[in-house]
């Protein structure tokens, strides 16, 4: 299929052009007539499966043709769960409505809210927010809603777990009824499924992204190894391997830190990404990953979550995910857009209970691979593939009793396999 096939204007055409896309992707060649015929999109796609221009192209198309926005007014918005996500789509919006007369803005929190309160003042066309942000902008009167005709939600999985449920409701009762809902998820669980439920209507669903496709697509295998190892082994396959470029995944903040000072220490230029980093800081570390400036970029699943890296030859676990849908989307950031790439694990004794958890959802065994001199001296035991299907995890929705409370109170998520703790968004 080619783009010129799909209804798009010759303005939008040429950023198309100019960014260089051949051929829509499976997911955009299924989204754009879907949001241009105007009914409700349930779309399964994942990061790196081209989902943004899927929805930003016909919302520039069809937005192109009507009254621009009012004062204070917004036509389209669009939701994302993190600062990171809200500015690379915004970048796409500036990208691909390069040639239109559309305007576009993008708020989210950490940063000042009287520059995004100025950019709101004349209106702007389209508006993509993070939802706490969007709802202090709201409360000091600088957005409205009045003439919204399509309300977008990005990763809308992400935004569940990351316990922004309650925003996005009182969000959702703030805008017109009649709209247009486009969703995106990574995936379709019994909580997106409950949500869809009130928000969408007699939708047009698509699923590109079948949960397996992504790590079939991807070479993928684990290293035994005894976790004061796991610094050593990564620096060696580094220089013995020269890697390019790698994306290291930390369980935790001060994990990342540490990798990160260890890595500089042998001489192999890292830098950290995670929410205790100020915006600037992260935006940076983004910037000089991207340009190749730096070589290894070690996040949190948070703080990578989105980030929009092309062609990432490696991607490592330093230590395995807690929630095991995590491994799926942190392996996908290898092999993007039809590149080959590599994900390694380095799984130590303590993590056994996760890998098998891990393997239950692939629904296979994940390759185990030796390296001389690293062999564990506490062995990982052999796994057993658990068939028992994986049942979706539930999210405790209880409404908090104040403002207040639900600033401060701690998200607590069980599932049957696994248990955690974790902040709510805002801090994360
Ligand atoms: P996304 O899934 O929206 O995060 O997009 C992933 C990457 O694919 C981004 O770097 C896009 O610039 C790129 N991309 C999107 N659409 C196409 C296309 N039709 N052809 C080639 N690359 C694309």
Known sequence: ???????????????????????????????????????????????????????????????????????????????????????????????????????SGVVFGGVKINPQMKALRGGVDILVATPGRLLDLYSQNTVRFKFLEILVLDEADRMLDMGFIHDIKKILKLLPTKRQNLLFSATFSVDIRNLAKGLIHNPIEISVTPRNTTVEAVNHFLYPVDKNQKTAILIKLIKDLNWEQALVFSRTKHGANKITKQLIAKGISAIAIHGNKSQGARTRALTNFKSGEIRILVATDIAARGIDIEKLPQVVNYDLPQVPEDYIHRIGRTGRA????????????????????????????IERKEIEGFVPTTALPQSKLDTRPFKPKKIKTSRPKNKHQNQKSFKKKTNRYNTRVKKPAKSI
């Open 1 to 103: 299929m080619n783009f010129s096939e799909l209804n798009l204007r010759q303005e939008i055409l040429k950023s198309i052009t100019k960014k260089g896309y051949l051929e829509p992707t499976p997911i955009q060649a299924q989204a754009i007539p879907a949001v241009l015929s105007g009914r409700d999109v349930m779309a399964a796609a994942q990061t790196g499966t081209g989902k943004t221009a899927g929805f930003t192209l016909p919302i520039l198309e069809k937005l192109s043709y009507g009254t621009l926005a009012r004062e204070n007014q917004v036509r389209a918005l669009i939701l994302t769960p993190t600062r990171e996500l809200a500015a690379q789509v915004h970048d796409n919006i500036r990208q691909y409505g390069d040639n239109l007369q559309l305007r």
């Open 338 to 365: 039809g590149e080959s790439g590599e994900a390694i694990s380095f799984v130590s004794y303590d993590e056994f209970d996760l890998l098998k958890n891990i393997e239950r959802l692939l629904k296979q065994l």
